[in-house]
Each structure stands twice: as C-alpha cells, then as structure tokens.
C-alpha cells in the first residue's frame, strides 16, 4: 500500500500542474478578449491634420477631380463651389502643430465653398461613426461675417456619381453686416431643415476662438420597401480656447437623407465648408485643423464582452 502511495501522489500533482497550466491560459485568452474589446472601441478611419501638406498647397486641383491626400482615407475633392474661392494649407494659425486648413470666400462668391475627402471604407451599419475636428472663425476686418460649417456624407449613390450628400451636419451664421441682416447662430441640420441649437439661448462661436466639433451618428434597420436606413446624430461644441465644458447642442438629430447599399459601400467624408450668408456677398475667413472620422463599435456589445471577460477572469482566479 505504501508502495502506491507515491504513484498516487504523483498523478494528483501532474493533474494539478495541468489544472493551473488551464488556468493560466484560460486567464491569458480571456485577458486578450477584455484588451481587444477595450481597443476595439474607436478606430481613425479618416484624418488629415494638415501636417504633411506644403503651405500654400491646395486641397484640389484644377480640375476639381483630385487633390490632396489627406494623412488617412481618400484624397481631397471639391463638394461645392462658386466663383472667387481658395481653399488651400496655412501656417498663419493651427490648432495644433503648426499647420490648418484655410476656406477663404470674398464678395460676390456666391453659395460658399465646401471641399472634403473620404475614407475609402465601406460602412459597418452596426457601428457609430464619430466626425470631428478643430475650427476657428478669422478675428479680422469681417470677424462678425465670418461663417464656417462642416458636413458628413456618403456617395456616390448612383451611375452617375451622385451622393448622398450633406446627410448632416453643422453651420454656423454670422452677424452678416454687409448684408444688413443678424444671425450670429450655430445651426445643425435636422431632417431637410436646418434648426437654431438651444432655442433661446443660441449657442454663440466667438471669433478667434478654436472650437472642438463632434457629430455622433448612429444607423437605423434597414427599410424592406425602400432598401434605405435612417440614420440620427448627437452634436457637441467645445470652445478649447476659453477652457469651455462639452456641450450637447443637438440630440436625435435626423439625418437630411437615407442611406443606400451603395453610399454604404462607398464610405463616409467629411467635408468642411466657408458658408454664404444672407445674399452671399459678404467677406468670409475660416480655418479647420485635425479632420477626424472614428468608427466605434456598437457600445453595448463592446461593454459585454469586456464585462464578460473580466467577471471570467475573477471566476478562473478563485
């Protein structure tokens, strides 16, 4: 009997050797799980910080095609023009580095200048899509006409390159004085109209201040009749040069259009804009710095499976 004894005793350590040889790699893969949920949770899609281009530099070219690549995603192209417009690389100011996009429209320009680029990936429909960046209204000569604006879109939507353009988005209305009229408030775009943020208290974008823009957007179930999805945005504002709070100026927002199957294919942009104001015959300087779009999984299934994996990694350590 005692002859058996250290047999025995020699299968009950190797089972318990591979018992916490289990455990240890239960503990690793369960580890990578919550490391991948956590790291899963945004990924820049889309980005120029305007860094790598010349000064001077336009975005797009001559021909209004093709431009300049951005530092993530497609390259730069025009979404809307009219006569007596630039849009080109600056090092006058920048949010960070020493580097920013410059719009510039003068009198007699017409609707505005918008130019943007795209990311070159198609939509995940079960993910958010945050599009953000950096703008600042010129404190010159015309501070209070100056009026910037910035879009999310998808495209093209058919044969003939139309896009889903403008789905949302924000603009903002100065004071124009050459115009004789007052406005000095931030839009956001709900639906096919454009609403006044926080109703009588409307939010106010002081000239010579750099301000952080985030749109939220989610996507809606796809309709069986239409083959469309619907899509609402939240809207935030930081002015970072007074040391402002995040503030939510636009909740639920819905989209000014629907998504097809082949604006999902395409990708989203991001597009910036010098906006017209009033008639459209006033001055207008705007700058926009570190363009981003972040694709962020769905929250819910991010959070259970870190929250899984970490409750797993507790229950394998008792």
Do not use: C
Request: glycine share 12%; proline share 3%; no cysteine.
């Amino acid at each position: 009997m005692l002859g058996v004894l250290p047999d025995t005793i020699r299968v009950k350590d190797i089972f318990r050797r591979w018992s916490m040889f289990y455990r240890s790699l239960w503990t690793l893969i369960l580890v990578v799980i919550v490391f991948v949920a956590v790291g899963a949770q945004a990924a820049v899609i889309g980005y120029d910080g305007f860094e790598n281009h010349t000064v001077g530099t336009p975005l797009f070219d001559s021909i209004e095609i093709e431009g300049q690549m951005p530092d993530i995603g497609t390259e730069w192209m025009l979404s809307w023009v009219q006569q007596n417009k630039t849009s080109y690389v600056t090092s006058d100011v920048a949010y960070s580095g020493t580097q920013a996009q410059s719009l510039r429209r003068v009198p007699g320009s017409g609707q505005g200048l918008f130019t943007g680029f795209g990311t070159g990936v198609s939509i995940n429909v079960d993910h958010q899509y945050v599009f953000s960046g950096y703008t600042m209204r010129a404190n010159d000569t015309y501070a209070a006409d100056n009026a910037g604006s910035a879009f999310f879109s998808a495209g093209p939507s058919s044969a003939t390159g139309a896009v889903e353009n403008w789905l949302g988005g924000w603009n903002y209305n100065g004071n124009a004085t050459l115009n004789g009229t007052t406005l000095d408030v931030l839009q956001v775009r709900n639906g096919a109209s454009y609403t006044n943020v926080i109703p009588g208290n409307a939010y106010k974008m002081i000239a010579g201040d750099w301000y952080k823009f985030e749109m939220i957007v989610s996507i809606g179930a796809r309709d069986n009749t239409t083959g469309l999805r619907p899509l609402t945005y939240d809207a935030y504002f930081t002015d970072v040069t007074a040391g402002g709070s995040r503030t939510l100026v636009a909740s639920s927002f819905n989209g000014a259009s629907k998504l097809s199957d082949a604006g999902i294919a395409h990708g989203w942009e991001i597009n910036t804009g010098a906006t017209a104001v009033g008639s459209g015959n006033s001055w207008n300087q705007v700058y926009f710095d570190d363009l981003k779009i972040t694709e962020v999984p769905e929250p819910a299934t991010v959070s259970l499976l870190g929250l899984g994996g970490i409750a797993l990694i507790r229950r394998f350590r008792k």
